[in-house]
């Protein structure tokens, strides 16, 4: 069937209506972070059915995808409508044709949080510290507490001497017991600049009396300043008292409140579930761990602090309704995070009268998926087998380049689903492929695909990667067969201990320049409390 296209202008005045739009870049996500419209959400086309009912919850919503000419738009569009979305187009042009109508684009991830972010600075006028004035500050052993608002697996990478990881969400609730005195001085830190100017204006607007600084450009700024980084620490926060959770309840409500956050009841997300002509999101703001131990049903687990960071990668859909709940921190998790989306232009509103008898759902959250395609499966075993006898058996492995690297069965081929007839080409021919991958679903759709443009018997290993592990099979670890190139994660310039200070530099004067692009794309609506 024939899909549709929309030019720049159907888009961008969607946008500037604030009707609901999916403009979705299904290019892998380095391709995207060279450059994309503002509010293009990435969803690679590798990954469109396994990722699809989870971000686009409407069959209805209207969606528009691109790329840069590859032709992944139309084979998304397509799995799409196969998957029973019913308003699907393609971007007249893809980026060319975006730029063409004078559309501005944007590199790097997470841009919509990101330019939000020094849109904030600019009209507030953050406080921030250099990296050096930091550093003095700790070196004269000063009454200073240094909070690091990023996910914990970040700060354990690498974080500031004496920097305790308190994910941004958490800051208005736990900082009053790590910072009892008044006088003490509170420095927010970030890999680069959003999460800390966030952070640091999240406390000043809960009123909380202590001086309260960004560390100007985070750990990109320590690095660039020659200073040196901790690794491996795991300071955290602690439970705080009943009186403090009730204090920080008053200043987040307060501040949501000022914001225009509005509030909603437990009848009022039954309705939203049922109602078709809208797309509600509903994330639970809280920890990991306390999502895992109860929630509620139908609720996402994203702490809201990478909610903030990342809004685009769970909430697609601009336009939308965005619910957030935070029954056990007295909601000041849910309330600051849904004061920053609302001024991000989301509708957004927050869960109120939430028991804990409500929170009927243990474990992780699942995937809403479609039915999997029927594929042979065959056991770890086996194929540990096969793999050692037969050199007639290859393994191809569709998980993420960073996963593959970190451990992969042995002798296992890195592949792209999007680039699956180029990677063939480097994969040796053989009789039966048994294709893996994390997560395990992911296979069945691969091993689809590879019956494709394959004679060879394919089969799928039941469990994928977590099962072999699972059977005590060893792994391999280093990226020895790569049959695609790894263009499925975007280098982050503040990832990872070994980074070039020119691409830090580099990175850093971008963020400096995205207010002025804000200003030249239009379509955003942000505004400041």
Not at 424 to 453: G, H, M, N, W
Request: net charge negative.
């Amino acid at each position: 069937m024939s899909i549709q296209t929309k030019n720049y202008s159907f888009v961008r005045n969607k946008l500037l209506n604030k009707e609901e739009l999916a403009l979705l870049d299904v290019r892998e996500e380095d391709p995207h972070a060279q450059e994309h419209p503002l509010f293009a959400a990435n969803l690679p086309l590798s990954r469109v059915e396994v990722d699809a009912y989870a971000k686009l919850p409407k069959k209805n919503v209207p969606i528009v995808t691109l790329d840069d000419g590859e032709g992944f738009a139309h084979l998304a569009a397509q799995r799409l409508v196969n998957l029973g979305y019913t308003d699907v187009s393609v971007l007249e042009g893809g980026v060319k044709g975006w730029k063409a109508g004078g559309g501005e684009v944007f590199k790097d991830v997470n841009v919509p949080s990101k330019s939000f972010g020094e849109f904030v600075e600019s009209r507030r006028h953050t406080p921030s510290l250099s990296a050096q004035e930091v550093k003095q500050l700790i070196d004269n052993k000063e009454d200073v507490v240094v909070v690091d608002v990023r996910r914990f697996d970040e700060y354990n990478t690498m974080s500031i001497p004496t920097g305790i990881s308190v994910p941004g969400a958490e800051l208005v609730l736990r900082l009053p017991e790590l910072a009892p005195n008044p006088k003490t001085k509170i420095i927010v830190n970030c890999a680069g600049r959003t999460r800390s100017i966030i952070g640091t204006q999240s406390l000043i607007n809960a009123g909380i009396p202590n001086e309260v600084n960004a560390l100007r450009n985070g750990t990109i700024g320590w690095t660039l300043a020659g200073q040196e980084l901790d690794k491996g620490q795991s300071r955290k926060f602690q439970e705080v008292s009943e009186s403090t959770k009730n204090d920080a309840a008053e200043r987040a409500r307060s501040v949501a409140d000022r914001a225009g956050v509005k509030r909603a009841s437990l009848s009022d997300v039954q309705d939203w579930k049922a109602q078709s002509n809208r797309t509600t999101y509903f994330f639970d703001t809280r920890t990991p761990e306390e999502y895992e131990a109860g929630h509620l049903p139908g609720f996402r687990s994203v702490p809201g602090g990478q909610l903030v960071q990342e809004t685009e990668m769970v909430a697609p859909v601009r336009g939308a309704r965005v619910v957030l709940v935070d029954p056990s921190g007295g909601g000041v998790r849910a309330n600051m995070p849904a004061s920053w989306l609302a001024q991000m232009a989301w509708d957004v509103y927050v869960l109120d009268g939430v028991n804990t008898s409500d929170l009927s759902e243990k474990g992780v959250w699942k995937t809403p998926l479609p039915t999997l395609p029927t594929i042979e499966t065959v056991d770890a075993q086996i194929v540990s087998h096969w793999l050692k006898s037969d050199s007639n058996t290859i393994a191809i492995d569709f998980s993420t380049h960073a996963n593959y690297v970190k451990g992969h069965i042995p002798g296992s081929w890195y592949a792209l689903r999007s680039q699956l007839t180029e990677a063939l080409k480097k994969i040796p021919q053989v009789d039966r492929y048994v294709i893996t991958s994390a997560p395990s679903e992911l296979s069945a759709f691969a091993a689809q695909e590879l019956q494709t443009l394959t004679d060879a018997e394919v089969l799928i290993l039941e469990g994928g990667n977590a099962a072999w592990v699972k059977a005590g099979l060893e792994l391999e670890k280093d990226p020895s067969h790569l049959a695609s190139p790894p263009l499925d994660r975007y280098k982050r310039p503040y990832e990872g201990t070994s980074v070039d200070p020119a691409a830090m530099q580099a990175y850093l004067d971008w963020e400096f320049g995205l207010v002025e692009q804000l200003g030249k794309d239009g379509t955003h609506h942000f505004w400041v409390l």
